[in-house]
């Protein structure tokens, strides 16, 4: 982006932030969802789950619990995108001489915001559970590193998601698939107690190259090759989505 493009962003990212700063609740209601589960899971089902002797429960499932709270709150981003399309919101920063990227980037940067926010209240609730890691500052940064690109890569689908949607309900609701992705995956019972095609789906899928690499960072053990895979993932998410997402946007302003 330019640097006109850059000054246009970061005052229209302001206004999206004021807007999410009189709404808390969007970010309360953002980390309720996986702290309810992070609940059920450790203190209902968790004694009755077999983790291959991987420490305790709740270091084993945080990582899926953090994708979860991700995957919830980008629901917000296409909600909110779809209101300013249908309050013509859009129509008038077009007439006003402000970047055309600016518009779309302010929403994904809120967006960052916001989950990073809820994703803290979702680890300082695991930590009061007692989630405990070993992981380094590097390890921690690598970690953040992770989510913000997980966060960045579905912002971006959210994007195409409010700028596709017919209804309000229809701009949120692609998330519901995103919510459910982790729980065919690695992130709450390894993957080789599931039935053999339920297997292979999970562990060619994204969600689990990524919960391992975060489980292996939170534990100070070897990636490996997930990070690769992880990594592969998220930016030819990122990248296919924000390429779908700016075509569309053209689009529907002409």
Known sequence: MTTHALADTGVLTGRSLTHVLRSPDTIVTTAVTPIALMLLFVYVFGGAIDTGGAGSYIDYMLPGIL?????????????????????????RFQSMPIARSSVLWAHVLTSLV???????????????MGFRTGASAGSWLAVAGILVLFTLALTWLAVVAGLSAKTVDGASAFSYPLIFLPFISSAFVPTDSMPAPVAWFAENQPVTSIVDTIRALFAGEPVGTDIWVALAWLVGILLVAYVVALAKYRRRLG
Do not use: K, P
């Open 114 to 128: 916001a989950n990073l926010v809820a994703l803290a209240i979702v680890v300082g609730v695991a930590l009061i």
């Open 67 to 91: 994708l979860i709270t991700v995957a919830s709150g980008v629901a917000y981003t296409a909600y909110r995108l779809f209101l300013d399309l249908q309050g013509g919101i859009f129509e």
